[in-house]
Every structure is written in C-alpha cells, then in structure tokens.
C-alpha cells in the first residue's frame, strides 16, 4: 500500500506560511539557511505538507523530533 499524493500548486500564502516553519526549524537546530542540510529539511517539509500535514505546530515537531517518522 503506498502513499497516493495529489501534487498542486503551493499558493504564495502557503509558501509564506512554510517559510515561517522553515526558518523556525533551522533555528532550533541551529543549521546555517544555505546548507545541504536546510535543503533535506525543506525538501522533507514540502513532502509532509503535500502528503495532508496542514498544521505549522505538527510540521515542526515532524521535522525537529528524534525518530520521527520523516527520518
């Protein structure tokens, strides 16, 4: 059984509002914006937020938690 994403356009709102999480994220884990680290972590955020994750508080924890299932 696999994932069955819907992928569509990231309105510029939703993009600002990603951003947001974007930069929060790296913060707490004190990686510099312009590394190869940054770009997994906004890649793994794009991912969640297209497959249904919605919520800016479960899109932090997603990506901030240890063993969290996006790893």
């Given at each position: 059984?696999?994932?069955?994403?819907?992928f569509?356009?990231?309105?510029?709102?939703?993009?600002?509002?990603?951003?947001?999480?974007?930069?929060?994220?790296?913060?707490?884990?004190?990686?510099?914006?312009?590394?190869?680290?940054?770009?997994?972590?906004?890649?793994?955020?794009i991912?969640?937020?297209?497959?249904?994750?919605?919520?800016?508080?479960?899109?932090?924890?997603?990506?901030?938690?240890?063993?969290?299932?996006?790893?």
């Amino acid at each position: 059984m696999g994932f069955n994403y819907r992928f569509h356009p990231i309105s510029s709102e939703e993009l600002s509002d990603l951003q947001v999480v974007l930069e929060d994220v790296l913060w707490e884990l004190r990686l510099p914006r312009e590394s190869e680290e940054a770009e997994v972590v906004a890649a793994r955020l794009i991912l969640l937020y297209q497959s249904g994750v919605r919520d800016a508080a479960l899109l932090h924890a997603a990506l901030t938690r240890p063993n969290g299932p996006t790893e």
